[in-house]
């Protein structure tokens, strides 16, 4: 079910973890760095696996909470208190230990050329290899360690392993320079990648900057600062300027201008007066306001935000899974390879030494971290490009979707059209100014939005003491004495069942409200909804990706034809019960193009259904229900449907770095390692074929950050 645990965010949770896994049976889910979660000491594994109190600073992509204990192994098999790797699971290394890295390379770099120049220029054999030894000492006891320790527990096939067997082997066949090349770049390689992942991951977590730490709130005259989860709704806050908004509210006083890019995208800061909706996460840029708070901190906007980022990763693409299945297979596979290469063919040709020599490089070549670290931070990166352009997407698996979208069934009012209902176009026999108000008095004690919209185009106030007889007639409208005059208003059936003659309106779009004062016909109101602004151009930019339209609405087949016309949707269905717009999604499902999805894109708690059976359900972030919300699986912070095009590039950019990372990773290993067999290649060119493209995969992961039209 697809449903987004706010809930949790103050409490235990002891549920279920990736839609399949038990917290508390053994599973080997692996979060994206390919940690086995039951050796965590959290209860929480989300497949991010943050706790949901928040209560850690980081937020690396694998999530781990830097202060508890964890001795889990990604693909390069580290122990992450231990070293300084580029595994690209996420998890931070501290200053310190990156000085000694940085030291112990240069220390070791010194000791390989040292070693080098003594062998070819001096002469010295001892020496170099001497020198040699302790370059390779520097350089890779940890690596060595690790694999030693990775062995007694179960973990064999890791690339400390393949490093270390390696690296000893070619000081067994009398390769040392060669040896210690393999650890000198091997170093500098998870090095430099770490430095990439971290770019990609502090680009992301930029985001998380909108959490607020504290809400002020005035007692006594005295402004006090307390944690936002302490603030009940009806509490009075103070957002002083340059604070963020902690929690979501109306404005009582005050008026100022908001940045809302981190929720948004939008880079232009809007203004907000007393009586606007404000939301958490936004940074007040202009003067203090005063909130009264309509949601608790679990249940406001930004908490909503942090937990849809942070559970994404629990959700994983099915490129994602084949990687974690391909790697499980690929390394023991490899090895066995390795192992032929070396004792196989010198059982006929001899020369144990140089076959010896070849399978070592092969064992180099065949690392799988390129992939194991790629594709995940891929996705990674093409969530946070996504979430910067106020689109939150759930899960890695709905990218992949998003890419591939053959047809957007749109729901009609709050997402193509405001949702606001509002007066267009008055008729008027009598004069205009009195027929608004006989309506607006007649309307007076109705909460229909279509009676709001009366009330709101009468500018004055309503004397009440001059409303009396006040009737419904259900189906047709309202009768009522008004200063004295008997006035009708509804639809035409109402003035029929009267007997009052009418002009009825055959021309206009919208809801018709007909008006009669003392028992003739006065004229009539008409009240539509309003198309939102980039409606059409979002249908446009659909129809340049091949992407087909269709409108699912409640509202008469008459009004849903002139909405579906002006902004050009290809198939609309009207008059929909929430029950008959499933059955209608189910019949457009069927229909579809086998290898790509349909979305539904809604705002209100009758789309939730339907918002879930969809393939990608996209849901109105500003206006939108919090049950459409929960049930989607995409949600546009800015309520703009022609975001649906912009996540749907952002997906397909994203799609396409990962299938470049796995065909080039896979391409330059198999050549290699063929050369490797054959002998035409070298120690030098296995390492690149690891490290080099590795670092290649990860940069090019990076692009899938950045975004342009």
């Not at 350089?139 to 990775?150: C, H, M, P, R, S």
């Not at 502090?202 to 402004?223: C, F, H, K, Q």
């Not at 229909?448 to 309503?462: G, L």
């Not at 390492?687 to 290649?696: E, K, N, Y």
Request: overall charge negative; proline content about 2%; glycine content about 8%.
């Amino acid at each position: 079910m697809k449903k987004n645990n706010d809930s949790n965010i103050a409490e235990d949770n002891k549920d279920v973890c990736c839609e399949k896994h038990e917290h508390h049976h053994e599973h080997e889910d692996h979060c994206g760095c390919g940690h086995d979660h039951h050796k965590h000491e959290h209860e929480a594994h989300c497949s991010c696996g943050h706790e949901h109190h928040h209560e850690h600073d980081d937020r690396c992509g694998c999530g781990h909470d830097n202060h508890h204990e964890h001795e889990d192994h990604c693909g390069c098999g580290h122990d992450h208190h231990e070293h300084g790797c580029g595994c690209g699971c996420g998890c931070e290394h501290g200053e310190e230990d990156e000085k000694v890295l940085t030291i112990r390379l240069i220390a070791g770099a010194i000791l390989f050329a040292a070693g080098i120049v003594t062998e070819n220029v001096l002469s010295s054999p001892l020496i170099s290899d001497i020198l040699f030894v302790v370059a390779y000492i520097v350089l890779g006891y940890d690596i060595v360690w690790n694999a030693i320790k990775n062995i007694f527990k179960g973990h064999l096939f890791n690339e400390n392993f393949l490093m270390s067997i390696a690296s000893i082997g070619a000081f067994a066949v009398g390769e040392h320079p060669e040896a210690v090349a393999v650890m000198l770049f091997y170093q500098v390689g998870e090095a430099l990648q770490e430095r990439a992942a971290q770019k990609s991951r502090n680009s992301i977590t930029e985001l998380m900057d909108i959490r607020p730490d504290y809400a002020n709130t005035e007692v006594n005259g005295t402004i006090t600062k307390v944690s936002p989860s302490e603030i009940s709704i009806g509490d009075i806050i103070i957002v002083k300027p340059g604070e963020k908004i902690p929690l979501d509210g109306t404005i009582t006083s005050g008026e100022t201008y908001l940045d809302t890019k981190a929720l948004t995208g939008e880079s232009v800061p809007r203004k907000a007066v007393t009586g606007d909706t404000v939301l958490s996460g936004s940074l007040n840029t202009g003067s203090p306001i005063y909130i009264k708070v309509e949601k608790t901190y679990g249940e406001s906007t930004v908490s909503k935000i942090l937990d849809m980022v942070e559970h994404a990763q629990s959700k994983k693409a099915k490129s994602e899974k084949f990687i974690s299945v391909f790697a499980k297979y690929y390394t023991p596979i490899v090895v066995a390879l390795a192992v032929i290469v070396m004792f196989v063919p010198p059982m006929f040709l001899g020369d144990f030494r140089t076959w010896i020599y070849r399978g070592l490089m092969f064992l180099v070549v065949s690392c799988p971290c390129a992939l194991v670290v790629s594709i995940p931070l891929g996705f990674f990166a093409g969530i946070g490009c996504a979430s910067k352009n106020g689109i939150l997407v759930k899960g890695s698996n709905f990218i992949e979707k998003l890419a591939k979208l053959d047809t957007v069934v749109f729901d009609k009012t709050g997402t193509l059209t405001k949702g606001v209902f509002a007066v267009k176009d008055v008729y008027s026999v009598i004069d205009k100014d009195e027929l608004i108000k006989y309506a607006a008095y007649a309307e007076f004690y109705s909460t229909h939005p279509i009676a709001v919209s009366v009330k709101n185009a009468y500018k004055n106030t309503v004397d009440t003491a001059k409303i009396s007889n006040y009737t419904e007639i259900s189906g047709m409208g309202i009768s009522a004495d008004i200063d004295g005059h008997k006035v009708l208003a509804g639809n035409g059936r109402l003035l029929e069942s009267n007997n009052i003659s009418h002009e009825k309106a055959k021309s206009h779009i919208g809801s018709i409200i007909y008006i009669a004062v003392d028992g003739k016909f006065a004229g009539y109101i008409v009240i539509s909804d309003e198309i939102k602004a980039d409606s059409k151009a979002a249908i446009s930019a659909l129809k340049q990706l091949n992407i087909k339209s269709v409108m699912l609405t409640g509202d008469v087949k008459k009004n849903a034809d002139y909405t579906a016309e002006q902004i050009g949707i290809d198939k609309v269905y009207s008059q929909l019960l929430p029950q008959d717009k499933v059955s209608k999604l189910e019949e457009i499902l069927s229909s579809k193009n086998h290898k790509k999805n349909v979305a539904f894109v809604g705002d209100g708690i009758n789309d939730a259904p339907v918002l879930m059976r969809s393939d990608v359900g996209i849901a109105m972030g500003g206006i939108g229900s919090d049950s459409a919300i929960e049930a989607a699986d995409v949600v546009l912070m800015t309520d703009e449907p022609s975001k649906i095009a912009k996540a749907s590039k952002i997906s397909a950019k994203t799609m396409s770095v990962i299938i470049q990372n796995i065909v080039f990773a896979i391409g330059v290993k198999v050549l290699v390692m063929i050369l490797s067999v054959l002998g035409i290649s070298t120690m030098w060119l296995a390492i690149f074929a690891d490290v080099g493209v590795s670092l290649l995969a990860i940069l090019n992961s990076l692009r899938a950050l950045y975004y342009k039209d």
